[in-house]
């Protein structure tokens, strides 16, 4: 009876050893995987893109290549022509105008202003002197600096005036502000990282003293005043545009608009200075009820002092639009742009003709992410899509702004790059993306689709990635790749592109993975947008599981196995799907998540959940529901993450452990919030997590990635 017991179980072992054999995967499984990443699926792509080396009357040259070989070519508007040239060789010349990597240099490229023991100078850049322009910035008070919370750098903030005479900064007041800490790794004594890091909540935040800088004879000019919050209207930092953000200058520098915004986002005030006396008049303000935004990528303001009038910006009607302004009184002339869509960037104001143009999102037939380019007059009369073709459309204008470049493209549909004038008239097309060659190596591209958000009645739009062979037998685990914003969302950019991260590199493996753009994501209307306001843990988790669910019934996954993972935001989404749907999610990747809340800087918190009297943080916090987590989870942080402090992963950690839950941890010593060249490894061990816990199978042990960063 024995013999025969240990037989029964020998042979049970064996077939048990047997089918786990069958279940590792390979090396060559990896490479396959790999060579789905963009730094592989570029080379084999022709036509890709068009990066326009502009010439005088708005002719250009541009080279493309085909298979390796590389082809230029002449394009003339007036003759309406595109000729192959000799011409021209090398690609795109960057252009420089002469001044220092943290220097602005002024419009007539003659000066430029840095920044020098908190003190502002200006150079003459053909001579190199330097003139001192003020005289009173300190440790902590200095002027034009941008390195409060996450953000911090040597290069001064501020805007010229047009005639290069003046500019517009402030002092930045952050003496009575907390500091962040963070240590290095290292043999010996570690050194300390200290910073100005506001926190939801605190009583001192920074704050900024407006002032105008006369450039040529050295006088600072202060805005008549109190000091403003450290906030601006498009996001988190007051440099988001990459100038400082809310400047308008009249032309001839006598006055500058700009717009003041409440700590807590909700108020904003649209305010006109002397430039020469710090005088300042109160033009109009607006108050909303979450948090005002003043568009999607861009600031969509403009101050017109030749008309005296204002454009703003508001979603006063549920929809992003614009409305004209009298800059006399601050009333409103009349609403220029009505309907459900969305103005996301305001690109060129003609005030000669009294026309605006801009890129709006909802109106395509297809995606209401897709984004089309228009024309309107000031009036709200002759709204005309400029690129009425279906997808999503990028423009850029030629230098008089007479003409732009289109590329349109859908996530699925390769761009298509066509050359038109400001009136939408077809001038010529340039080029048509070809991925014949990459089709021909395995390569497919992701499926768009559409299902219901949780409420049963909301269209969310996402895309799926499958595996490019596939068992008709067989269902599939499902990887949700997750970042619910509310500033962005999991998709990013609507518009073609062959890779998206490793989403089908994880598919090869083995995955069905999808990427759902979710309640509260922006480029909707301000109602969608707002739907998580006040509880940013919602985090569009109910979303992602009725979509997976009606997913289901699609395509073959299996809703037992249904991983998760995301970076930062997506980290954060990731810890409270584990703990708070763990009989859904069963394994998910938390990189570099903001935990906590009231660990992150305070701008973001105080915008998107409003400020912590008025919103419950601590219900929010991923560390106390740690105790519910069922499934495998992977916490992973930079131990130099400036911008997401590693402590938000140690609250959770030490949640965990108190709760007497296993979980893996990858830590990386000295990166920051993201983890640079070890970015591959963290790939790897991602492939391997998803591979091992989800799949069931065994990966290659330590697979080195080939990637042009990997070591």
Known sequence: MINKYWLTVT???LAITANAQQKALTVKDYERAESFMAYNT????????VQPNWLDGDKFWYSTKTDGTEQTFL????KKSKTLT???KGGAMPFRR????????SPDGKKSILIKDYNLFVKDIASGKLTQLTTDGVKDYGYATDNAGWKHSDAPILRWSPDSKKIATFQQDQRNSSDMYLVTTNVGAPVLKAWKYPLPGDKQIATIRRVVVDVENPKVVSLNIPADQHRATLSDDISSSGTFDDIDWKADGSEVAFVSTSRDHKNEKFRIANATTGAVREVFEETVKTQFESGQGAINWRYLPASKEIIWYSERDNWGHLYLYDATNGKVKNQITKGDFVITRLLKVDEKTRTLYFIANGQDKINPYFGHFYKIGFDGKKLTDLTPETGNHIVSFSPSEKYFIDSYSQPNVPNVTLFKSLDGKLITELEKADVTRLAATGWKAPTPVSVKAKDGKTDIYGLVFTPT?????????VIDYIYPGPQGGSVGSWAFSASRGDNQALAELGFIVVVIEGTSNPDRSKSFHDMSYGNMAENTLPDQISAIKQLAAKYPIDTTKVGIWGHSGGGFATATAMFRYPDFFKVGIAESGNHDNRNYEDDWGERYNGLIENADYEAQANQNYAKYLKGKLMLVHGMMDDNVPPYNTLLVVEALEKANKSFDLVIFPNSAHGYGAYSPYMMRRRWDYFVQHLLGAEPPKDYQMKGPTAR
């Open 11 to 13: 042979a049970c072992a």
């Open 42 to 49: 570029a080379k084999y792509i022709d036509h890709a893109s």
């Open 75 to 78: 394009v003339d508007p007036v």
């Open 86 to 88: 000799t011409e021209y």
């Open 98 to 105: 002469g001044g220092g990597r943290n220097e602005v240099v």
């Open 469 to 477: 062979k596939m068992d008709a037998n067989q269902k599939y685990p």
